[in-house]
C-alpha cells in the first residue's frame, strides 16, 4: 500500500518541489529588489546632494568669473597707468638732463 501512495505521490512531490523552488526564487527576487531599491533610493539621495552642490558651485563660479573679469580691468588699469607714468618718467628725465645742462652751463659762465 504504501508503494502505491509513494508512487501515487510521485507526480505531487515534484509539484511541491517546484512549488518550493519557485518560492526560493521568488523571495531571492524580493530580497533583489529590495536591495536595488535602497540602492536606488541611496542614489537619489546622492543626485540630491551633487544638484544642490552643482548649484552652490554655479553660483561660486559666477562670483569668480564676475571677480575675475573685475581684475582683469583692474590690470589693464594699471598697465595703462605705468605706461603713462613711464612715459611721463622719460619726459622727466629729459628735462632734468636739460636743466642740469644748463645748469652747468650758468656755473661755466660764472
Known sequence: MQYLEAKSLGPLNGKIEDVQDLKR???DAVTKYRDFQHKNEQL???MAVMTIQKADI?????VLSQVLETTKAELKTCKDKIAFLTD???VILQE??????QFKQLQDSL
Request: hydrophobic share 35%.
Open 96 to 101: 632734468k638732463a636739460m636743466i642740469q645742462g
Open 88 to 90: 611721463e618718467n622719460k
Open 58 to 62: 554655479s553660483k561660486e563660479l559666477a
Open 25 to 27: 526564487d521568488f523571495e
Open 44 to 46: 537619489a539621495e546622492n
